[in-house]
């Protein structure tokens, strides 16, 4: 799957339902989607309590769904066309998780969560067809909960809202499944757009105003696993933590932090405050630490200029580290809205690169090439270490230059010019 071209959503619901008809013999009841999402600002910190932004694109994963007599049978298309094995069949009263990266555990999974919150879910028939490529950093297996929870929602009439399907759909992959994620991914899932999600409760979710010009998607196509990356990072910052705690601190940031990760008041913690601190820490948490504070200041500047808010100049400068020269030259630009969102989405790369370890030496290479080559910024989108690269674009011809650079010279394998797209929808209900 690369390219130019996406699939229509109209021509997606019409293969995915023509597929459950030959598998099945039936016609489905409905037909689900989620987008896929990029992961825009503010990477690695969901999992922190701190808002993070994202991108829902028109790179979708479609459930065809109908109830069924006595057992569950869910089949992926995608892993069809692979020829592996891909049917799961369970009833209720076997049902437990596979292991071993199964696709079906997520269905499995699906259902427990469910259940846990006093829901009889009926027995089901669901095909899957998904445009969302895997583990490339663009929230696969969260568009698949989501565009599946609704699914079941709707066939059961639970009557479920986005965040509520969001919310199940975390607890899926968090709780039952345990894997050490955030709400990034079943959020972004369920409301498209871009938005910030607030992934402390009440887990707030606001739209925002979209941004002219287009992304651009370059898969690496080197493969990582979040669930690799993300208990690392935050044992890292634990160790940190503890160093702080045993130092003799002010009271006023000591009452700030906590012992891991998720007790710590990130968005009231300032640079200056701790930094002295810092000075005193192994050298792997106190980046650790420092990337969290620097990428969710830059993300705060970054959601003004995006909403039209006054920025000063002075925070450009000071939190970004550009010259007065390089200010003055972005804001009397016509797309100086876009220039600026483009050069904190590069300065958080190179934190995510050089403060949190998750970029690799030909990814930095990719984003430096794409930036050089007109694009307003790149960074990774994702957990790192492979993935995608997501790059904001003046326009889709000029996207699509890039990528046939891209491709020509073998800096990447495939890449997609996509849409901001809406969020999980139910066809032909």
Known sequence: MSGYVLTSVIMSVDIVTREFREFFNEKPALVASAPGRLDFLNTHQDYKGLPVVAVGINLRTYIAISKSQYEFVVASGNLRDEGVKYIDRFSLSDLKLIGGKWFGDYVRALVMAFMRHGYSVSPFKAWIRSNVPIASGLGSSGTLLVALASAINAINGFNLDRKA??????????????????????????????????TKPPYNVEVLPRLNGVFLIVDTGIRHSTADIHPRRQQEIDDGLRELLSMSIPGSLRGKLGAHYWEVRWDEVSEDEIRQFLDGLNEISRRRILYTLRANESTRLALRVIKGEAVDIKDLVRVLGLSNAEVDSLISRYDWREALIGKVMTYQHRLLSEYYDVSLPVIDELVNFLVGEGAYGAKLSGAGLGGSVIALIRDETMAKEILSKVLSRGLAPRGWVVSIDGGVMVHGQ
């Not at 499944?177 to 079943?186: A, H």
């Open 165 to 198: 399907i969001a919310e199940i759909a975390y607890e899926t992959e968090h709780d039952v499944m345990g894997i050490p994620c955030g709400r990034l991914d079943q959020y972004a899932a369920a409301f498209g757009d871009i938005v910030v999600i607030e």
